[in-house]
Nanobody
Framework: QLHLVESGGGLVRPGGSLRISCVVS?????????IGWFRQAPGKEREGLSC????????KYADSVKDRFVISRGNAKTTVYLQMDSLKPEDTAVYYC???????????????????WGQGTQVTVSA
């Protein structure tokens, strides 16, 4: 059973930066999974933000965070980071990471249809 744990959330002022992490464990094939970052604000639907392929060479971003957020995968492929810059109050949400195995290619990811999820980390952007 794949296990994902997010960390690094907190309170940050508008315009500030934060890096959140997702550690993936529980499988000998952890580095075969694509990882996605999602968020959900109170009263809103869950939003796909970014993803990185299992190989680490492909990444995608939602328009709402493109040019502000950067996803990266550690050398061991078991930790995925989301660097968030120029944060806005509307970025306030619980941030989740998720994992999915896309067997047709390790160089693929998408912003939906993930099976394994972490418990989330709260990010609050406020003055």
């Amino acid at each position: 059973q794949l296990h994902l744990v997010e960390s690094g959330g907190g309170l940050v002022r508008p315009g500030g930066s934060l890096r959140i992490s997702c550690v993936v464990s529980g499988s000998s094939m952890t580095d075969y999974y694509a990882i996605g970052w999602f968020r959900q604000a109170p009263g809103k639907e869950r939003e796909g933000l970014s993803c990185v392929s299992a190989s680490g060479d492909v990444s995608k971003y939602a328009d709402s965070v493109k040019d502000r957020f950067v996803i990266s995968r550690g050398n061991a492929k078991t930790t995925v980071y989301l660097q968030m810059d120029s944060l806005k109050p509307e970025d306030t949400a619980v941030y989740y990471c998720a994992a999915e195995l896309f067997p047709h290619s390790r160089s693929w990811c998408q912003l939906d249809s993930y099976t394994f999820w972490g418990q989330g980390t709260q990010v609050t952007v406020s003055a």
